[in-house]
T-cell receptor, first 114, second 116 residues
Framework: SAVISQKPSRDICQRGTSLTIQCQVD?????MFWYRQQPGQSLTLIAT?????????ESGFVIDKFPISRPNLTFSTLTVSNMSPEDSSIYLC???????????FGPGTRLTVL | AQKITQTQPGMFVQEKEAVTLDCTYD???????LFWYKQPSSGEMIFLIY??????QNATEGRYSLNFQKARKSANLVISASQLGDSAMYFC?????????????FGTGTRLLVSP
């Protein structure tokens, strides 16, 4: 399975600031996904990141709030912009390798906004 | 309508016993995939097991097996010989519409507590 790392693993941020989360995979993958897990909740997809094209956002998520970059087949970033306490969540990236039926997740970034 | 339903917010089991975590799903697609993930308190999502809608055999991975009943649209996870390290949140998820590169939709999860 793919080995996925995320940076930072956790952060505490002030309201109104932005945080960029990095996701690195040890092999080339076509699709990368960004999920959010609010406290005590399940996972919700934010967007799908395809290399070389703009990310596709799910309903309720917009590019201005969650800009995503996907410069190559092993790396992606998610920025949480103009943060408020409601953005306090775990943010997880995931990948699906070609010819498998499985999505693997990174270790997550635990974000607290004060 | 909920696509994935997990009706057990919490489950308790004694060490070395088996436990079944329930999951029902709703889809009109003929081709779909069902997943189970484990989330310990650290927050990472650990893949446990996968079942494709066309798979005739129930999936098994070590102590994990998936009891797939297609007509009932259920995909229950069975953990045999529970261990203390199995205490975690467990999420059922579904991918609709063919294989590959589709988003996962998650249930609300079941918290499993294994006691000595």
């Amino acid at each position: 399975s793919a080995v996925i790392s995320q940076k930072p693993s956790r952060d505490i941020c002030q309201r109104g600031t932005s945080l960029t989360i990095q996701c690195q995979v040890d092999s080339q993958v076509t699709m990368m996904f960004w999920y959010r897990q609010q406290p005590g909740q399940s996972l919700t997809l934010i967007a799908t990141a395809n290399q070389g094209s703009e990310a596709t956002y799910e309903s309720g998520f917009v590019i201005d709030k969650f800009p995503i970059s996907r410069p190559n087949l092993t790396f992606s970033t998610l920025t949480v912009s103009n943060m408020s306490p409601e953005d306090s969540s775990i943010y997880l990236c995931s990948v699906e390798q070609a010819y498998t039926d499985t999505q693997y997740f990174g270790p997550g970034t635990r974000l607290t906004v004060l | 309508a909920q696509k994935i339903t997990q009706t057990q917010p919490g489950m308790f089991v004694q060490e070395k016993e088996a436990v079944t975590l329930d999951c029902t799903y709703d889809t009109s697609d003929q081709s779909y995939g069902l997943f189970w993930y484990k989330q310990p308190s650290s927050g990472e999502m650990i893949f446990l097991i996968y079942q494709g809608s066309y798979d005739e055999q129930n999936a098994t991975e070590g102590r994990y097996s998936l009891n797939f009943q297609k007509a009932r649209k259920s995909a229950n996870l069975v953990i045999s010989a529970s261990q203390l390290g199995d205490s975690a949140m467990y999420f059922c998820a579904m991918r609709e519409g063919g294989t590959g590169f589709q988003k996962l939709v998650f249930g609300t999860g079941t918290r499993l507590l294994v006691s000595p």
